[in-house]
């Protein structure tokens, strides 16, 4: 049985990402899944941080039979500003990961899976930790990318930040990226990099193909995270144009990015977060999907998880041209590449009848999207089928 441990960007709970979606399906792998740290300072900022601090002391959780979830200790802030305090942060983690390893009876041939570029430092430090070759654990680590990690706002110096993803690029095993600027990038420093964009949890989000909607409104409605390549303008200008109808978002907004404008249109409801398990029956509201995306510098690194449950869903999808991945599906979904165009397009998509082709378009096309495809192209890419 081949062994996995996973540096995570994402708690494992409550909501699943990539991370998750593709540990879930290594079904005949053990794994060990480790949350991302937070910093002495987050308690400060955020009180719910507080808790978070010290996950570390408590047990392991068993996520599923064949993974096991563990908090990192905290760490020092401004690790992405100075690369010499990322060295620290991680060789203290390194010092954890072989107290767990030790705790699970782990031999030295496991696999590391990283997702931040904080990873670089950690390799060597673990090596030395293991008493082994940095060259050892580097032929066996792979870089999942799914974000442009210098673009974040906040406490970063971006050079620092992509010369660390430049060396865990580099001297990994494999590196796989979500989105074509990011394949584009790391494939200067890595040969064997491949594109794998998102996928979808095709079986809970086909779901609603089969629900019947009960209000009798009209609803245009949105999923995910509202952020800084979000198209506000499109959002407002489709809110206009639509007095008649909702326009629902599920998810939540991230500090610092301005929705006022927005809010302050009476046919716009924010609904906040929802379980997973639970959007089916909110998207079967829905009438029409909304995919909108800025044409700016982050829209070209994203691969939006919702598309892909969008298009699961069976219901008609609006979306802006970017992020590129969108194009490919030109014939199944509408495309606009103006606000005004965008209001006509949903005009488009809100007169489609429950019998277009486009829907069984859009189904089939999630189908070969979904989780388990990616998953399988992963493993087929590593060898491991």
């Not at 990099?193 to 998102?198: G, R, S």
């Not at 829209?299 to 699961?312: N, Q, T």
Request: glycine share 4%; with cysteine.
């Amino acid at each position: 049985m081949k062994k996995i441990l996973c540096l995570s960007t994402s708690n494992y709970y409550p909501y699943p990402t990539r991370k998750q979606n593709i540990m879930n399906r290594m079904t005949d792998c053990e794994i060990i899944y480790i949350d991302p740290a937070v910093t002495y300072l987050a308690p400060l900022k955020d009180s719910a941080a507080k808790a978070q601090v010290y996950r570390h002391k408590e047990s392991f959780v068993q996520a599923r039979e064949n993974i096991k979830v563990y908090a990192q200790p905290p760490i020092l802030p401004f690790y992405n500003k100075y690369r010499w305090i990322n060295k620290s942060n991680q060789s203290d983690l390194a010092r954890y990961i072989h107290m767990i390893l030790k705790e699970n009876k782990w031999d030295n041939d496991f696999w590391i899976w990283a997702y931040s570029p904080t990873a670089c430092d950690l390799i060597p430090a673990l090596a030395k930790e293991l008493k082994l070759k940095a060259k050892e654990l580097w032929s066996r680590t792979v870089y999942d990318c799914v974000d442009r990690h210098s673009a974040y706002p906040g406490m970063i110096n971006p050079v620092v930040v992509d010369r660390m993803e430049e060396d865990l690029a580099g001297d990994s095993a494999c590196v796989f990226a979500t989105a074509e600027g990011l394949y584009d990038r790391l494939s200067q420093f890595n040969r064997n990099t491949h594109l794998v964009p998102n996928g979808c949890n095709f079986e809970l989000f086909n779901k609603t193909a089969s629900l019947e909607k009960t209000e009798p409104k009209t609803v245009l409605g949105f999923v995910g995270v509202v952020q800084e390549c979000t198209d506000m303008e499109v959002l407002i200008e489709t809110a206009k144009a639509f007095p008649f109808a909702t326009i629902r978002f599920i998810g939540k907004k991230l500090p610092g990015v301005d929705t006022s404008a927005l809010e302050k249109l009476p046919n716009v409801e924010f609904r906040g977060l929802v379980p997973q398990e639970e959007l089916p029956e909110h998207i079967k509201e829905f009438d029409l999907c909304l995919n909108v995306f800025a044409d700016n510098e982050l829209s070209k690194d994203v691969s939006p998880l919702k598309f892909y449950e969008y298009l699961a869903t069976g219901k008609p999808v609006v979306s802006t041209p970017m992020p590129k991945q969108v194009q490919e599906y030109a014939d199944c979904i509408y495309i606009a590449h103006s606000p005004a165009e965008f209001v006509e397009k949903c005009k488009e998509a809100l007169s489609e009848e429950d019998d277009d082709p486009k829907r069984a378009a859009r189904i089939a096309a999630a189908k070969r999207c979904s989780w388990d495809e990616r998953v399988r192209e992963i493993r087929g890419i590593l060898g491991w089928e």
